[in-house]
């Protein structure tokens, strides 16, 4: 299977009188594409803002980030959910890079939405910080969902996903920049020397608690609550056949734009051949019940035994229920004799002092950390808002509060916040991205 994504740097965005890419600038028709925006009748206003890097620009709520693409070949640039199923992972894929569309609430917010600063402090806390955002803030007629802490935000959601795809049009027919190629050899033909390699799995573990669907991420367009742990081509992830969800602590997301670049497949493709041979992904999931999880573990350690695998990297897109399926699933793997190293972020209280994951075992001994999900963090006032700032106190943002005795409310009279670093948008970056390193006392 083989992918090549061509890729066109983009270095500003602009508003326009048409929309089309040249000399490494997006321009955008607004009116055309807020009306394109508005074909999907649940959507009763939108607003396309642009936020750069180095702008005073405080983003919220954040529901999804999604990379603007468009595959050459007229298929769907996400199986299942923008069009039709096809196979992903194979073929020419267009991608717009610097960039992402930003799916943004007017008004409401969710436990599942994050934050974004452009400049000042608050931007070292998520890669889209440093990105330039598309930002689509958009009202819906949900209203059955107003006032709920946990939203399914369908309709902003699929409106980042059918905008990007849109925005991706503009460079179906142009040369790229540069073109990336991913291919991995079946695992029956493969050389001698590869062969000789310590042979590594990919495990993920994507969010699909929700029993109820419409919140969980998505497969193919399917709900991965009712998944069970297959093997994957790297390929299909980074080519759409994975989107993001809409529940679990923003800090701790994977948004779909992370899924489209996952770091860590693309640094185990750069090692491929080198110093280990790259087996695939087993896409597994995160459950509900202690045999729900029991039973994806023992479908990952038996089919990572039957592939070979020496080593296995576990990484979990979540906190504290879903420790115990990282957890169970790490030990699983350890007990057929594949040695795992753990990405996760941590939940360890605001002084650090507490056990940092809900469930740990003595086999679990190479873990890496992302960064604390409960770290306090105080930011001055932005210039602009774009979103809604109250939404952060308002409306159960994981990471915000509507007032504490001891802090106060997380948004003051002034326009600054204290929060906790659970509403930085995808901010501990799981994914791959973190920049984040250990203090030693």
């Keep these: 299977m083989k992918l090549e994504i061509g890729n066109f740097i983009?270095?500003?965005?602009?508003?326009?009188?048409?929309?089309?890419?040249?000399?490494?600038?997006?321009?955008?028709n607004k009116q055309e594409a807020e009306e394109f925006i508005k074909q999907d009748s649940h959507i009763i206003k939108v607003e396309i803002e642009i936020a750069k890097p180095g702008e005073d620009i405080r983003i919220l709520p954040v529901k999804e980030a999604v990379e603007p693409r468009i595959r050459v070949d007229g298929r769907a640039l996400f199986p299942g959910v923008t069009g039709e199923l096809a196979p992903a992972g194979e073929g020419r894929v267009h991608a717009l890079k610097g960039i992402s569309v930003l799916?943004?609430?007017?008004?409401?917010?969710?436990?599942g939405d994050g934050m974004i600063d452009m400049a000042g402090e608050g931007q070292k806390y998520t890669l889209f910080g440093s990105l330039i955002n598309i930002c689509l803030v958009i009202e819906t007629d949900e209203d059955?969902?107003?006032?709920?802490?946990?939203?399914?935000?369908?309709?902003?959601?699929?409106?980042?996903?059918?905008?990007?795809?849109?925005?991706?049009?503009?460079?179906?027919?142009?040369?790229?920049?540069?073109?990336?190629?991913?291919?991995?050899p079946s695992l029956r033909n493969?050389?001698?020397?590869?062969?000789?390699?310590?042979?590594?799995?990919?495990?993920?573990?994507?969010?699909?608690?929700?029993?109820?669907?419409?919140?969980?991420?998505?497969?193919?367009?399917?709900?991965?609550?009712?998944?069970?742990p297959t093997l994957m081509n790297p390929n299909e992830i980074l080519d759409g056949a994975l989107i993001s969800g809409s529940f679990m602590p923003s800090?701790?997301?994977?948004?779909?734009?992370?899924?489209?670049?996952?770091?860590?497949?693309?640094?185990?493709?750069?090692?491929?051949?080198?110093?280990?041979?790259?087996?695939?992904?087993?896409?597994?999931?995160?459950?509900?019940s202690l045999e729900q999880k029991e039973r994806s573990a023992i479908f990952?350690?038996?089919?990572a035994k039957s592939l070979g695998a020496d080593g296995a990297i576990v990484t979990e897109e979540g906190y504290g229920n879903p420790d115990t399926d990282y957890i169970r699933c790490i030990v699983a793997l350890e007990d057929v004799g594949v040695k795992v190293v753990g990405i996760s972020n941590e939940c360890t209280g605001r002084d650090g002092a507490s056990q940092p994951l809900v469930v740990l075992d003595e086999k679990a001994d190479a873990l890496v950390s992302t960064g604390n999900v409960s770290t306090l963090i105080n930011l001055p006032p932005a210039a602009k808002v774009i979103g809604c700032l109250e939404s952060l106190a308002r409306d159960g943002?994981?990471?915000?509060?509507?007032?504490?005795?001891?802090?106060?409310?997380?948004?003051?009279?002034?326009?600054?916040?204290?929060?906790?670093?659970?509403?930085?948008?995808?901010?501990?970056?799981?994914?791959?991205?973190?920049?984040?390193?250990?203090?030693?006392?």
């Design 103 to 111: 799916g943004v609430g007017g008004t409401w917010g969710s436990f």
């Design 397 to 441: 943002l994981s990471g915000g509060w509507a007032d504490d005795e001891i802090l106060g409310p997380s948004v003051r009279e002034d326009g600054s916040i204290i929060m906790e670093n659970n509403a930085m948008f995808c901010g501990d970056q799981i994914a791959g991205w973190s920049t984040k390193t250990m203090k030693e006392f």
């Design 144 to 184: 059955f969902e107003y006032h709920e802490q946990q939203k399914k935000n369908k309709a902003i959601r699929w409106a980042s996903h059918l905008f990007a795809e849109y925005l991706g049009k503009t460079v179906k027919d142009l040369q790229p920049d540069e073109v990336e190629i991913f291919e991995l």
């Design 300 to 303: 990952v350690a038996q089919l």
């Design 10 to 28: 983009v270095k500003d965005v602009v508003f326009g009188d048409r929309t089309f890419f040249e000399d490494s600038v997006l321009t955008i």
């Design 190 to 228: 493969r050389d001698e020397a590869i062969e000789k390699l310590p042979s590594v799995v990919l495990v993920l573990q994507p969010q699909s608690q929700m029993e109820e669907m419409g919140y969980n991420d998505l497969v193919y367009g399917w709900d991965l609550n009712h998944f069970v």
């Design 251 to 288: 800090s701790s997301k994977w948004s779909t734009y992370d899924m489209q670049n996952f770091p860590t497949i693309r640094e185990l493709y750069k090692e491929h051949g080198k110093t280990l041979n790259f087996l695939g992904v087993i896409m597994s999931n995160l459950n509900v």
